[in-house]
């Protein structure tokens, strides 16, 4: 039987888009959770927030899904890409289907959780910022003012993407490659010291490699393949470092820690045990925005779990800069949203003229 891959692509970019993987995870009563939150903390009174969230029904699409993977050779390259991204989505529907009961078993299973190498490297960061008294700079810088900022930027590198400012997610920015726009928090505000450093983060590695791989033959390598993630994050952190942006916004490396502090501590504690022991490290509204994050997916934050990607951040750098430190060629992580799994991959479909060399990279590259 012949097997129409174009097909098969335009139903996982169908499905992906539908199942908004991220949006079902956003609590729907974020900001009144987080006012009863500190109300019960000015009365010295520990509180769990009890999340929300939109009511979900994926059975049409994990049935779909499960079709066209019948149909794969797992032995052909490109086959296996849309066997894995099948086999990724599959388990991100299971999440989202979870209950807190079988949540937590769900999201590391995808995800994985902090080693001890990351752990180490997290805690040595916040200790040493902390030993030294450092203070986090005041955010001043508006949402209207990033935006601005941002969208320069695409304009400068003749990127046709958009930039808007929404109030439906939790981190501060968040990029889509599947409608090529960059998306703001109407809720939280900037550093100055941070401006550049988002323009290589956001731009320069999330924004090039989605626009890179819209110019591909199939739509997954602009939305991403399986587990590209973890490789995107650090990839992103490492050339920040290499730009210089540490030595200016001397924060972001010590929140990236505390990211990966968080997801050990929500696998383990609840969210009010969690931002206590986060505020040993980082400002009060820091220490519940990262809870936060890390709790989201959850019901009821007394549980232990939640999704935990943000130690992508600190792993993912050490993954990035050992595979640099081996020789390995960062252009290829370039051709889109790939992930550091699928390199041998990516290189015999770049001989064999099935890719599209990179157009947009950054200038360290």
Known sequence: MMVNLHEIDDWVSKISEEMNFYGYLTPINLLEEKEKFFKNIRGKRAYNPRFQYKERQFKKMSEVLREYLNLLDEHDDLHN???????????????????DTNFYEKAVNLYGRPDMACLSASLKILSESKNAGYAFPKETVSPEEMAAILKNEIKIHDIGWKVLITCKIIPKITVSGKDK????NANIKYTFEEIERLKV????????????????????????????NETEEGLAVLLEKAAGCHKIDARQVKLYAARAVCADL?????????????????PEDLAYRLTERGKR????????????????????????????????????????????????????????GELNAPRYLPELI
């Open 81 to 99: 890409l849309f066997i894995n991204k099948i086999k990724f989505l599959l388990k991100q529907l299971e999440i989202l289907t979870a209950d």
């Open 181 to 184: 726009t960059v998306y703001i």
């Open 201 to 228: 983060h956001e731009i320069k590695t999330h924004v090039f490699r989605g626009e890179n791989g819209a110019l591909q033959p199939y739509k997954i390598f602009a939305e991403g393949l399986s587990d590209y």
């Open 266 to 282: 929500c696998l383990k504690k609840t969210f009010f045990e969690t931002f206590t022991l986060l505020r040993k490290f980082v």
């Open 297 to 352: 997916g959850m019901r009821d934050t007394a549980q232990k779990g939640g999704l935990i990607t943000g130690f992508h951040y600190i792993s993912g750098w050490q993954k990035v800069r050992k595979y640099v430190e081996a020789g390995g060629n960062l252009r290829i992580l370039y051709v889109g949203k790939v992930g550091l799994k699928d390199v041998e991959v990516m290189g015999r479909m770049l001989r064999k």
